[in-house]
């Protein structure tokens, strides 16, 4: 009998299915990249202010129309703003909010919000509003 070479083991790599598992993780990444930089839903006011120049990053705190409040999409209550602020802000020389507060809510909620972010040693208090569509 005669040995034939191709009969011991196959040293070649099959790249083919790995080529085909990366492009399907390309796909379902192009897709739930766009879904994830939107955050929480907040009807944003409308205003006719230009954008402001930031420094840094600046930390967001976001007002839902359930009166929650999210300090970088994470929920805090009320009464834990003011530490969470501070622990925040111990290490940074930045001192600079961003305050986005649906539209629905009562204009007294909303200053005292801003109040306990002021308490917390904030220099800075930024309003967020979506500009006005000019038809």
């Known amino acids: 009998m005669k040995a034939d070479k191709r009969s011991g083991p196959l040293s070649d790599i099959n790249i083919i ?11 379902i990444f192009m897709i739930a990249s766009p879904m994830m930089q939107y955050g929480t839903g907040v009807d944003i006011p409308r205003a ?24 970088n999409d994470k929920r805090v209550n009320l009464d834990d703003l003011k530490p969470t602020l501070q622990f925040i802000f111990a290490t940074k020389d930045n001192r600079e909010i961003l305050l986005k507060a649906d539209s629905s809510i009562a204009y007294g909620f909303v200053a005292h919000c801003m109040a306990t972010i002021r308490e917390a040693g904030v220099e800075e208090i930024s309003l967020v509003t979506k500009p006005i569509e000019e038809n």
């Open 17 to 27: 299915p790995l080529v085909d598992v990366m492009l399907v993780l390309l796909i």
């Open 48 to 71: 006719t202010a230009k954008p402001l120049p930031m420094k840094n990053e600046p930390q967001v705190v976001t007002i839902t129309k359930e009166k929650q409040l999210l300090v």
